[in-house]
């Protein structure tokens, strides 16, 4: 059990109680505001749902100093709610962790190296040559190929599967049906047909790093494709061989990065973008979603190409004004 | 054995004889009109295949009245050829039945529930306190986690992944490499760094749901992600956490839809369209391929955003001709 | 061991020696030009690493007749060195072999023939009427369905999912996570709710086609999607059903193509193309990244209609600008 004060303490925050005893408040969770009950803390962080703020039945809520003399309950004030949220719903539902146990129909080869505070969770392969750190957690229906190594505290959720020789840091969480260290798209013709270009490099994520479900991240034609530290990846995202993505860059999903392109730290990138090879993107630059960048972008900013819709009438209309332009003068 | 007379009648549809026995002829399969052999019933829906008519070997013909005089062998006639030849090829080929046995690999749980008509394949998992409805079927390589319900009549097909508290309704087929209940990517910005924010919400999927290759449905942040009634996801579909989906809402391949987004009933989203976070789409909404919608859809119809291609050369010099619409008044 | 000269002859071409003995100099792998240590080969493809001959630790290097000149350490002198690099590097690293071993993990169904050269690994699944060739490596975490064959020297790398009764042909190469087979997305409108057409035809992949991560290719409705010999698809690629495509055409990551439309020959397709159903694209075409295709092509050439990003506030008045078009005369 976790009291209302521990809470504020948690965030370094102030405690806005009504009464003396509100700092004692036992909460259990995390809700929205108007969801909570009884032992639930909520939050306002988007003004439009103010109004919820008198008909909360929440034991508390996390909010702006300007919004305290709305709020009817006790407050945790600070001047980021939805930063403060989230490491209070951490606390309150603390990540999964390893139990130190291998589960019967696991597969570990002799010669893997799994440590004992390890959890292996059913039908999973462990391949010889695999280091598995401290902590981690492997769940059901994985596979982690020859010589891969797996930092402590991480977590492969289900059916995920970790390539030859690939390198994960610390406390990663690998979400179900990702794949790390599949081939790069090699290729190189030969009269029309193609010959495989074998991709000897390998892929390497550094420490605290998410990887959503059915993400794909290839190996290195020759050197590695890196994923540095704290780079979150959302569902669906694919990237490409010799890729750099620089530390605490978030990707939304079904976002595409071709070979050896460079993505600088602190990056934004929005759902359905692809990112041409070679090219590199510089820090703290935010793309909007479902845009195209062809090349290299130098300065942090925000840059789109998306086009919103229109009814469908009207947009062909607007398609056929554009290729008009081209015959004018 | 089917006879012809008995599809005519399962579909309430007059059947065309041209002698007197023809309703006691025996139909095994359904073909195309030029692929079709005795013993198969063939379809006209688009009449640019009519010139096939003449030429067939099909034992008989779904189509309609107004191409009944063309049709040299009996005919089904129908208003609604296409969906005369859905409900006749069900009929035709029924779909894998569970076998009410467990494969020696599969792991189950001791405190899972699993129907005794239920089948669950090889190398497949279940996790502790799951709930396997009647005649489902769990195909080989399937994790299905803690605490997750699966309706009866359902059907994994292999390598599904069904996570923690996952709820999912009755007659559902999930293909292949689909991930449900994966975390929803929601991430708190720290000085740069991310600060995780625990998807304490599920999914729930409603009945008649169809979930295609590879796709994947994000878990809540803190209230569900839900999937209605007769929806169907074609493969490589991503939704993120807190998406609605209304009844019967049809989405074709490689579509994101972003996190919160509503979508009504009766929509069908073509491929590789990208729907923005936190917007409504109305009822009966089509949104043709590859579309990006940045903001609600008040009005049902049809929506574009699409650029056909043009060659390379002539494309570069659209491009530039509308951005040089900028420097003009 | 190989040495220099071995490998000049592998590729037909001319070995430029510095010393007499330099053929005898034995090489154990590919580098680039500024990491190639003792023992290794770089190659120079792209000009701009010219700077790099001067100081590279290679053994030698493949290049052009035009920069022999340049070269201080023995060269191998080829017209095209991508290429010759590329059958050197497949030398000198072997693709993985299978050993002749079933794990003891593996189901194999009794029914299903295995050539006692292949191998299968771990928790793999065989089901009843499979056929697997000879020399192929069935790697851990695979389901291949009843009545699937797969070709002779052919790879399913890790969690691999072959559905029934597909076809695969000799020295495929299939990468984690794909799925081969799956239901195509047909459905037929009833009265608002979808009744779906059972997918009766299946997939046939001919030889040396290799398919990426998360790729899903679907069996066809009636007749069967064909990837023809020599394709290359890289990862989350989508292929829907009937959909052909030709001879040494190559994709690359998450583009799609919808329902029975087919692609030529020798077609090299970018990133995140959406090609529409029903329409033909001719041999030789190249569409540039994040294209959407909604007509047939018939003639070869390259073909474009992505939007490079501007700054967002500059694309936001280049949309303004061209919807005001449509107002004008």
Redesign the interface.
């Known amino acids: 059990m976790t009291t209302l004060g521990q809470l504020a303490a948690h965030v370094g925050a102030e405690l806005d109680a009504i009464n003396e005893t509100d700092s004692e408040i036992e909460i259990q969770?995390?809700?929205?505001l108007d969801?909570a009950q009884e032992g639930e803390i909520a939050f306002l962080f988007d003004k439009k749902y103010r109004k919820f703020l008198q008909v909360t039945h929440a034991s508390a809520v996390i909010l702006q100093e300007r919004y305290r003399h709305d709020c009817p309950v006790p407050a945790i004030i600070t001047s980021?709610p939805?930063?403060a949220?989230?490491?209070i719903?951490?606390l309150?539902?603390k990540?999964m962790r390893a139990n130190g146990k291998v589960?019967p129909?696991a597969?570990i080869d002799p010669l893997a190296k799994v440590d004992s505070s390890a959890e292996i969770?059913?039908?999973?392969?462990i391949?010889k040559g695999v280091m598995i750190g401290a902590n981690t957690l492997i769940?059901?229906?994985c596979?982690v190929?020859e010589g891969a190594y797996i930092g402590d505290y991480s977590h492969l959720?289900?059916?995920v599967?970790i390539?030859h020789h690939v390198s994960i840091g610390k406390r990663a969480?690998i979400?179900?049906?990702a794949?790390i260290g599949?081939?790069g798209?090699?290729?190189?013709?030969?009269n029309?047909?193609?010959?495989?270009?074998?991709q000897?490099g390998s892929v390497q994520l550094g420490d605290?790093v998410?990887v959503?479900?059915?993400t794909?991240i290839?190996r290195g034609a020759?050197?590695d494709t890196i994923i540095e530290n704290?780079v979150?990846l959302?569902?669906?995202v694919?990237i490409?061989h010799n890729v750099r993505i620089g530390e605490?860059s978030?990707i939304?999903?079904?976002t595409?990065v071709?070979g050896s392109a460079t993505i600088g730290?602190?990056c934004m990138l929005g759902?359905?973008i692809?990112i041409?090879g070679h090219i590199e993107i510089a820090d703290d630059v935010?793309?909007?979603?479902?845009?195209?960048?062809?090349?290299s972008?130098r300065e942090e900013?925000?840059?789109?190409?998306?086009?919103?819709?229109?009814?469908?009438?009207?947009?062909?209309?607007?398609?056929a004004?554009?290729?008009r332009?081209?015959s004018k003068k």
């Open positions: 969770q995390v809700a929205t969801d980021d939805y930063l949220y989230a490491r719903a951490t309150l539902n990540p589960h129909s597969v969770s059913a039908n999973t392969v391949e769940g059901p229906g596979v190929s959720v289900a059916n599967t390539c969480l979400h179900p049906g794949v599949s081939d798209f090699g290729l190189a013709r030969d029309g047909a193609w010959v495989k270009i074998p000897i605290d998410e959503g479900a059915n794909t290839d020759l050197k704290g979150k959302d569902n669906q694919q490409a605490n978030a939304a999903g079904c595409g071709a730290k602190r759902g359905g692809g041409a935010t793309i909007t979603g479902m845009s195209v960048v062809t090349k972008i900013g925000s840059y789109s190409s998306g086009w919103p819709v229109r009814e469908t009438k009207a947009w062909r209309k607007t398609v004004k554009v290729h332009l081209d």
